[in-house]
């Protein structure tokens, strides 16, 4: 048996105590957050982070840095998160992609599901059926005459497997029971510029990059993707008024940290979330981009995680018969 002196015995606990991240439930945070985005910078769920970011650190005492983390789907800065240390200085934002990475990933470095804690949901942004500018339709019964007529010439744009627009895109043909040629993006930039310069024909992507250029007329919006119109595009109807009922979809996003973060430190995250969701300047710039913050009901960590778990039961089937796989 080995005996410890009092004096070692202290400082063994003392140094168990600094090195547990139950030392951040009583001065959490002391220091910067880094708030991880898995998707370039200037993209939807870019913009979402950023303007929570600024509010979320205000009411934290210290700065929440975005970092841009993309590649592979959103999985590399998920991944990220998911191994980071759990003690609420590595926080992920992420949209949609979550409930459907679980299927579209078959081989994963991390636990797509286990292996986060939730903090809360965000905003749900809805999604917006757009098309280039010269697009031989009126509305939308005309754009599906087109779509079934010609659907060996028709492409339909997307920011790549597991992006918003490829899950937007899916539902949409499932509507159509029509199939057209799709076309990958690495990333929502690159395909909004290629449907602006008319180079494809069709895409389904969030209001946060469509509205602005819907306004400008550079692309043409035909329908939104929810149960009722949205203040940013009043005269837009909805795809069920314009006659295609099976087709609503939106993009939420949700704030995680790494599973084992400790129940208080996911709690004051929460809280500054729901300051940031509370924020009068959120709203109206929530609102410019054609969304709003969730219910605060909707943005605790129980209410999130029961969201989450009924949307990932609601895509697998569709992705699986699909059969489009990211890897």
Same mark, same amino acid.
């Given at each position: 048996m080995i005996l410890l002196g009092k004096r070692a015995l202290l400082g063994a606990a003392a140094g168990l105590a600094l090195s547990a991240p139950?030392?951040?439930?009583?001065?959490?945070? =002391?220091? %910067? !957050?880094?708030?991880?985005? %898995?998707?370039? @910078? *200037?993209?939807?769920? &870019?913009?979402?982070?950023?303007? !929570?970011?600024?509010?979320?650190?205000? &009411?934290? *005492?210290q700065t929440v840095v975005v970092e841009n983390v993309g590649g592979a789907g959103g999985t590399l800065g998920a991944q990220r998160v998911a191994q980071a240390r759990p003690d609420g200085y590595t926080i992920l934002l992420h949209h949609i992609g979550m409930s459907t990475i679980p299927t579209l990933y078959r081989r994963l470095a991390y636990d797509a599901v286990n292996g986060f804690e939730t903090i809360g949901l965000? =905003?749900?942004v809805p999604m917006t059926l757009v098309a280039r500018r010269n697009f031989p339709a009126n509305n939308l019964a005309e754009m599906v005459q087109v779509i079934?007529? +010609?659907?060996?010439? !028709?492409?339909?744009a997307n920011a790549g497997v597991g992006a918003a627009s490829h899950l937007c895109g899916l539902l949409f043909q499932k509507a159509l029971d029509t199939a057209v040629t799709t076309v990958p993006y690495r990333g929502t930039g690159p395909a909004m510029? &290629?449907?602006?310069a008319g180079t494809v024909d069709v895409m389904? +992507?969030?209001?946060?990059?469509?509205?602005?250029? !819907?306004?400008a007329g550079t692309i043409r919006g035909f329908a939104v993707t929810t149960p009722s119109r949205i203040a940013a595009l009043p005269d837009m109807p909805t795809a069920a008024e314009a006659g295609l009922p099976n087709f609503e979809v939106s993009v939420w996003?949700?704030?995680?940290?790494?599973?084992?973060?400790?129940?208080?430190?996911?709690?004051?995250?929460?809280?500054?979330l729901v300051a940031a969701l509370r924020d009068e300047n959120i709203a109206r710039r929530f609102g410019d981009l054609g969304t709003e913050p969730v219910a605060v009901a909707r943005a605790t960590p129980q209410a999130?995680?029961?969201?989450?778990?009924? &949307?990932?039961?609601?895509?697998? %089937?569709?992705?699986?018969? @699909?059969?489009?796989? @990211?890897d």
């Amino acid at each position: 048996m080995i005996l410890l002196g009092k004096r070692a015995l202290l400082g063994a606990a003392a140094g168990l105590a600094l090195s547990a991240p139950a030392l951040a439930q009583g001065t959490y945070p =002391t220091r %910067p !957050i880094s708030m991880i985005i %898995p998707f370039a @910078a *200037g993209g939807p769920t &870019d913009t979402v982070g950023r303007l !929570i970011a600024q509010v979320m650190g205000n &009411d934290l *005492g210290q700065t929440v840095v975005v970092e841009n983390v993309g590649g592979a789907g959103g999985t590399l800065g998920a991944q990220r998160v998911a191994q980071a240390r759990p003690d609420g200085y590595t926080i992920l934002l992420h949209h949609i992609g979550m409930s459907t990475i679980p299927t579209l990933y078959r081989r994963l470095a991390y636990d797509a599901v286990n292996g986060f804690e939730t903090i809360g949901l965000v =905003t749900e942004v809805p999604m917006t059926l757009v098309a280039r500018r010269n697009f031989p339709a009126n509305n939308l019964a005309e754009m599906v005459q087109v779509i079934r007529r +010609d659907r060996d010439r !028709i492409n339909l744009a997307n920011a790549g497997v597991g992006a918003a627009s490829h899950l937007c895109g899916l539902l949409f043909q499932k509507a159509l029971d029509t199939a057209v040629t799709t076309v990958p993006y690495r990333g929502t930039g690159p395909a909004m510029n &290629d449907l602006v310069a008319g180079t494809v024909d069709v895409m389904c +992507d969030q209001t946060t990059n469509t509205v602005e250029q !819907i306004r400008a007329g550079t692309i043409r919006g035909f329908a939104v993707t929810t149960p009722s119109r949205i203040a940013a595009l009043p005269d837009m109807p909805t795809a069920a008024e314009a006659g295609l009922p099976n087709f609503e979809v939106s993009v939420w996003h949700g704030l995680y940290a790494p599973r084992n973060t400790p129940a208080p430190v996911v709690e004051r995250l929460n809280r500054a979330l729901v300051a940031a969701l509370r924020d009068e300047n959120i709203a109206r710039r929530f609102g410019d981009l054609g969304t709003e913050p969730v219910a605060v009901a909707r943005a605790t960590p129980q209410a999130h995680r029961e969201f989450w778990q009924a &949307d990932i039961a609601k895509w697998r %089937p569709l992705i699986q018969a @699909a059969g489009q796989f @990211a890897d």
